[in-house]
C-alpha cells in the first residue's frame, strides 16, 4: 500500500536551537523521513538569534541527534533530512528582520507550517513580524506550544493575539500527549468494541484512576517550575485531556470539529472545586530528600537552582466529578508528580464489584475487573480478571489474571512512534483533530483557575513527600474515605 505523505511544505521553526528543537522536534523530523512520510519538496527552516550558517545549523543539529535520538544515525537519511535545511537569523522582536522569509518562503508551492518551540511570551512579537513581512496567506499554520497561559485571563490574552493574525483553523495547540500511540487508541477501545461501548457508564464503572508519574525532578528548571507548579504544568493540559478522551460522548464523525466538540462537553461538566470542597477533593504536595534507584536526592528546595524557600507543589491528586448522566456518581481520581518511584502514565477503569459471590471461598468479596490502559512506558491494555485454577483435588479455586496485549508485541511494529512525530505529520497535513482548540483550553484555565483560587485561601503550605515515593498519606486517604485505593 502506498504511503500517504505530507503536502509540501515550509516548516519554519522559530527556536530551532532551543531544547525542545533538539530533543523533540529534529529527531521526531528524523524519524518522519526516515519514514518516507515528508514529502520530497518539503523544506525545514530552522529560525533563531545567533549567527549561523545552514552549515553549521546542520552541525549542531546533527549533535543533538546523536544526544538524544536511541537510534543510530543512517547517513542516508541524515543527508536527505540535512539537505532540506535552511537557517535564518532573526531576532524575533525586531518586525524588519523578517523580511528575510521573503526570498526563502514559496507560498505559491509549499505551505508555510510556522512552530512557535519558543516561550508564549513572544507569540505575539512573532505573529507581527510575519504580517509586517507579509508572508501570512490563507493556508498558512501556526503551531503553538504548551503552556497557553498560566491562568484563564493570560490565556485569552495570548489566543486574541494569535487570533489577530491567523483564523482558528489556521492555529494548532498541541498538547503532546494527544499523539501517542495509547492515547489515540483509546477511540478504539471506546468506540470500536461493543465490549466496551456498552459498558462504559455509571451502570458499570466504579471509577477511573489517572496517574501520570515522572521519576525526574525539575532537571535545571527550577526557576519556571516555580512559576507553575504541578497543576498549571500537567493537570491544565495532559489529565485534562485524557479525561476528556475518557469520559467524551461518541462524535457524529471522526473529525476535528465532533471530537473537540465532545470534550469541550466534557470539560464544562466538570464540577467545580472551590474553597468550599477543596480540603476534601484535593490534595497538594512537595518532595523532600528521599532515595531514588538506590541513591540519595534532595528535596525540591535543595535543587541547586533553588533559590528561596517555596511552597510550589510537585504532586498533585484530585477527586473530580462530571455533572452529567453517563458519569453521575462515578469519580475520576487524578494524579501527578515529580520525584515518584518510576515513570509511569496510565488509566485504570475500575469496574463495579458484582453484587453476590458465589466463590465466597476463594474470596470473600470479588475484586473487580480493571481495564488498564498504560501510555508509557510500555505501551499496552491489560485487563485484570478471575479465572479458575487449573486442577481437581481441591473444588473450583479462583486466581487473579492479567490479559495483556503490549503493543510491542501484539503488532511486531519496529519502533512505536514518539508523539511528536504523529502531531508535526498532522500539522503538515493540515488536521486538527489531534490539537486542542481555544474553547478547550480557556474552558480547562477556568477549571484551574476555580482551584488555585482554593488553594490560595486556604493559605495552606504542601504536604511533604520524600522523593522516591507514591506522594502524601493524605493522598492515600483522598481515596480511603471513598473506600477505594489507588492502583500501584
Known amino acids: 500500500m502506498e504511503k500517504k505523505t505530507s503536502k509540501p511544505c515550509d ?5 530551532a536551537l532551543g531544547d525542545l528543537a533538539r530533543r523533540k522536534l529534529m529527531p521526531s523530523l528524523y524519524h518522519l523521513e526516515r519514514s518516507g512520510l515528508l ?15 545552514t552549515e553549521s545549523f546542520g ?9 538524544f535520538m536511541k537510534w543510530d544515525i543512517e547517513p542516508e537519511i541524515w543527508d536527505r533530512l540535512s539537505g532540506r535545511f535552511v537557517y535564518l537569523k532573526i531576532n524575533m522582536d525586531q518586525p524588519r528582520d523578517y523580511d528575510r522569509l521573503n526570498d526563502i518562503l514559496d507560498p505559491e508551492n509549499r505551505v ?15 505573529c507581527r513580524g510575519l504580517h509586517s513581512a507579509g508572508v501570512i496567506n490563507d493556508e498558512a499554520r501556526v503551531v503553538l506550544e504548551k503552556p497557553i497561559g498560566r ?18 483553523d489556521q492555529i494548532y495547540r498541541i498538547d503532546h500527549y494527544l499523539g501517542k500511540e495509547t492515547v489515540q487508541n483509546l477511540l478504539a477501545i471506546r468506540f470500536a468494541n461493543s465490549i466496551f461501548t456498552t459498558n462504559w457508564d455509571h ?31 500537567m493537570v491544565q493540559n495532559h489529565l485534562l485531556q485524557i479525561l476528556t478522551l475518557i469520559a467524551m460522548e461518541p462524535p457524529v464523525k471522526l473529525d476535528a470539529d465532533n471530537i473537540r466538540s465532545e470534550k469541550l462537553k466534557v470539560l464544562k461538566a466538570l464540577k467545580p472545586i472551590t474553597i468550599d470542597n477543596a480540603d476534601i477533593r484535593t490534595v497538594r504536595g512537595q518532595y523532600t530528600a528521599g532515595f531514588l534507584k538506590g541513591g540519595p536526592v534532595p528535596g525540591y528546595n535543595q535543587e541547586d537552582d533553588a533559590h528561596h524557600e517555596s511552597t510550589t507543589e510537585t504532586f498533585v491528586a484530585l477527586r473530580v466529578d462530571i455533572d452529567n448522566w453517563r458519569w453521575a456518581d462515578v469519580p475520576f481520581y487524578l494524579r501527578t508528580a515529580k520525584r515518584m518511584p518510576t515513570k509511569l502514565s ?14 465466597s471461598k476463594s474470596y470473600k468479596r470479588l475484586p473487580p475487573n480493571k481495564l488498564i490502559i498504560r501510555l508509557q512506558p510500555h505501551e499496552g491494555i491489560e485487563i485484570m480478571m478471575l479465572n479458575k485454577v487449573p486442577g481437581i483435588a481441591e473444588g473450583v479455586k479462583l486466581q487473579q489474571t492479567m490479559l495483556d496485549l503490549s503493543f510491542s508485541e501484539v503488532f511486531k511494529v519496529e519502533r512505536i512512534p514518539d508523539a511528536y512525530e504523529r502531531l508535526l505529520l498532522e500539522a503538515m497535513r493540515g488536521n486538527q483533530a489531534l490539537f ?11 477549571w484551574i483557575d476555580s482551584i488555585q483560587d482554593a488553594w490560595a485561601q486556604m493559605n495552606e503550605p504542601p504536604k511533604p513527600y520524600p522523593a522516591g515515593t507514591w506522594g502524601p498519606v493524605a493522598a492515600v486517604t483522598l481515596l480511603a474515605k471513598d473506600g477505594r485505593e489507588w492502583e500501584e
Open 346 to 359: 496510565e488509566v485504570v477503569i475500575v469496574f463495579k464489584q458484582l453484587p453476590h459471590n458465589i466463590f
Open 112 to 126: 508555510a507550517v510556522n512552530y512557535f518551540a519558543v516561550p508564549p511570551a513572544i507569540y505575539g512579537d512573532i
Open 151 to 168: 491562568d484563564y485571563a493570560s490565556s485569552v490574552e495570548i489566543n486574541q493575539t494569535v487570533a489577530e493574525f491567523f483564523r482558528e
Open 39 to 53: 514529502d520530497p519538496k518539503t523544506r525545514i527552516i530552522g529560525i533563531a538569534r545567533r549567527d549561523e550558517t
Open 436 to 446: 486542542v482548540s481555544r474553547e478547550e483550553v480557556e474552558a480547562a484555565w477556568k
Open 203 to 233: 451502570n458499570t464503572i466504579d471509577h477511573v484512576q489517572i496517574t501520570v508519574a515522572e521519576e525526574v525532578g525539575i532537571e535545571g528548571r527550577w526557576g519556571y517550575f516555580d512559576k507553575s507548579g504541578q497543576l498549571r504544568d
Open 11 to 15: 516548516f519554519v521553526m522559530f527556536g
Open 59 to 67: 552541525e549542531k543539529i546533527l549533535e543533538a541527534l546523536k544526544k
